[in-house]
């Protein structure tokens, strides 16, 4: 099966740039949350949908940063312009709220930014 | 609000010792209780959960109890080995309709 694809797998580009974060999330799933995870800060949730409708952005660190999703298959987060405190791997994750009770997120393998 | 809390880290274990990571929690109602495993470099995964007070979650030789009473739901395992080591992170989820509570994480590392 599937997993939740997130692209790149790592990105290193100079302060300033438009960085683009890509998800595909599991089919069928019908939550898609953000997390950007540091050393300092641990995992932060930064948004989250349900079925494509943003719910919760009180965790998006300030209006540099942008998330989307314009399908159920897809979503993509956006920084610009980006910032050397904003290098962190970010993570995608997906969940299906239906059918057994309470079923857990199932992450990507993340994205590794580094902002120079 | 909800919370979790996790012992502190890092916890060094040789191989074959016994595994406690503590985990405890804040919430209102009777949460779903999980615990999820991030390995270097990749996404953290489910590790096991448990949706009732008194459930025993398990799976590849870990155990967590639900315990409402003093709101806990601590890890362990009889043996670990090297492979064990990673991140662990206890987490609660009050319905499906709600984002899920993450504790801070504890690293573990296992020595030959």
């Known amino acids: 099966d599937a997993g939740v694809i997130q692209s790149p797998r790592h990105e290193v580009t100079e302060m300033g740039q438009e960085v683009t974060l890509r998800c595909k999330p599991i089919?069928?799933?019908?939550?898609l949350f953000w997390y950007r995870q540091t050393m300092m800060r641990g995992l932060e949730l930064l948004i989250y949908?349900?079925?494509?409708?943003?719910?919760?952005d009180s965790g998006m660190p300030e209006d540099r940063f942008s998330a989307k999703m314009p399908n159920a298959s897809f979503s993509t987060l956006k920084i610009q312009p980006s910032e050397p405190r904003d290098s962190a791997v970010y993570f995608c994750?997906?969940?299906?709220?239906?059918?057994?009770?309470?079923?857990?997120?199932?992450f990507g393998d993340g994205t590794r930014l580094s902002i120079l | 609000g909800n919370s979790v809390t996790q012992m502190e880290g890092p916890v060094t274990l040789s191989e074959e010792a016994f595994l406690t990571i503590n985990c405890t929690y804040t919430?209102?109602?009777?949460?779903?209780l999980f615990w999820y495993v991030q390995y270097p470099g990749e996404g953290l995964q489910l590790l096991l959960k448990?949706?009732?007070?008194?459930d025993k979650g398990s799976n590849k030789g870990f155990e967590a109890t639900y315990r409402k009473e003093t709101t806990s739901f601590h890890l362990e395992k009889g043996s670990v080995q090297v492979s064990d080591s990673a991140v662990y992170f206890c987490?609660?989820?009050?319905?499906?309709?709600?984002?899920?509570?993450f504790g801070p994480g504890t690293s573990l590392s296992v020595i030959p």
């Open positions: 919430a209102t109602g009777y949460p779903s």
């Open positions: 448990a949706t009732k007070a008194d």
């Open positions: 987490a609660l989820m009050k319905t499906s309709y709600d984002k899920v509570i």
């Open positions: 089919s069928g799933h019908d939550y």
């Open positions: 949908f349900n079925n494509n409708v943003p719910i919760d």
């Open positions: 994750a997906s969940s299906f709220s239906g059918g057994q009770f309470n079923q857990p997120q199932h």
